[in-house]
């Protein structure tokens, strides 16, 4: 959710705190297509819809909504603008073709938006160099109380994107460079590290009028910036829908590691749950372990349908899926085959890569939206599970493919 580079997640909060993970055995097919690597170390393998494990189970039809926004956005570009890193997805011109017929579909009607992606995809199943297996972990839209002015219990900011953060793309400078970005402000006409959370906790903002609103409680402002978004309820009952507007460049620290290493939380409740409660639980200490991670993350309002995903589309609590925009096109569709959260019973279904965060990184890794509130929360604190997913790329693309390989 707006997580374009800001939001990590909720599993991000307590990343890497196993040095090992539980492995859910997923399905795997008996024969298959040599695979065909495509750039940036990925490989697709293609296969049938008939392959795709829980095909015929899923209530696609629930999908429908985010596939017709992200073929807006996407239709929207020109017919020549290759689609994915190197154009993995064709061209939008491919596009047009397969997103017309979806757009003619009846809401609702499963069988019919199954025909209509038989018809105008080919499914792949992702792969990294080594395994076709990845982890899946889930995020929310986060709850929050706040205020247009700083009264009572309303204390902590919510700050706009400064005006003297610079954003510097290192490829301009070196072609070795490419994708690299690093982020700072101009001190004496050097550039050096923008504020970190500490400087700005201190202060460092202060008067500028860059608060865009108060909330009452440090520790759920700060799990707004691990997830990127949220909604904001105001005195009056009115909400207001923040999201991800940029960020200062500094590395994520994942705090809930700390406090597994130091003792403080058990491994065995190192969800953003129980993080959250013993921040809350220790006030005193709450801050400085906040911030040790230095990134903090800047708001700007959202107004309409939200929240707004990194392909700058609204997403769908249980069909929007985070990806690595490095490895996979957004806006594509992905059948994804893992498990529910905490569990090993069987989550397959149609999503849609429609958002990104700086934690989702590798040629197999998702992240599950779940919505908005404390559910979605009891869903996503839970979910670090195994799986595999596949991408669904238009007919002439995979007929290229073919000829190609």
């Not at 406090?259 to 190192?270: F, H, M, S, T």
């Amino acid at each position: 959710m707006t997580r374009r580079g800001g939001s990590l997640g909720v599993w991000a909060v307590a990343s890497m705190l196993l040095t090992a993970s539980v492995l859910v055995a997923c399905e795997r097919k008996p024969t298959k297509p040599e695979p065909v690597a495509v750039p940036e170390r990925i490989l697709l393998t293609e296969t049938a819809f008939a392959q795709l494990p829980g095909w015929q189970s899923d209530s696609v039809a629930e999908a429908l909504p985010a596939l017709r926004r992200s073929c807006a956005r996407l239709l929207g570009q020109p017919s020549g603008r290759p689609v994915g890193p190197n154009g993995l997805a064709g061209r939008v011109l491919d596009w047009r073709q397969p997103c017309a017929a979806l757009e003619r579909l009846p809401a609702g009607d499963d069988a019919a938006l199954r025909v209509a992606l038989e018809t105008g995809f080919v499914p792949f199943e992702v792969a990294g160099p080594d395994t076709a297996e990845g982890l899946f972990t889930g995020y929310y839209e986060a709850e929050l109380r706040g205020a247009l002015r700083p009264e009572g219990v309303y204390r902590w900011p919510l700050f706009t994107l400064p005006e003297d953060l610079v954003t510097v793309d290192l490829d301009l400078f070196r072609a070795d460079l490419q994708g690299e970005r690093i982020y700072g402000r101009v001190q004496n006409g050097r550039l050096v590290p923008y504020y970190s959370r500490e400087e700005i906790d201190d202060g460092a903002l202060t008067g500028r009028g860059l608060e865009l609103l108060w909330v009452d409680d440090p520790v759920d402002a700060f799990f707004l910036h691990v997830q990127g978004s949220g909604r904001v309820t105001l005195p009056d009952g009115s909400t207001m829908r923040v999201g991800f507007a940029g960020s200062n460049g500094r590395t994520f620290y994942a705090i809930g590691r700390a406090l597994v290493d130091e003792g403080k939380v058990p491994r065995n409740r190192a969800s953003m749950q129980g993080i959250r409660t013993w921040l809350r639980g220790n006030p005193q200490k709450a801050a400085a372990v906040m911030q040790r991670n230095s990134r903090y993350i800047f708001f700007r309002r959202i107004d309409g349908e939200g929240p707004i995903g990194a392909q700058g589309v609204a997403l769908t609590a249980g069909r929007s899926l985070a990806v690595d925009p490095s490895f996979l096109p957004l806006g594509a569709p992905v059948w994804l085959d893992t498990t529910w959260p905490a569990s090993d019973r069987p989550l397959r279904r149609l999503m849609v890569a429609q958002d990104s965060g700086s934690a989702i990184k590798g040629p197999v890794r998702g992240d599950f939206f779940w919505g908005a509130g404390e559910p979605a929360l009891a869903q996503a604190g839970r979910m670090r599970q195994r799986g595999t997913y596949y991408l669904l790329l238009p007919k002439t693309v995979a007929e290229r493919r073919r000829t190609t390989s």
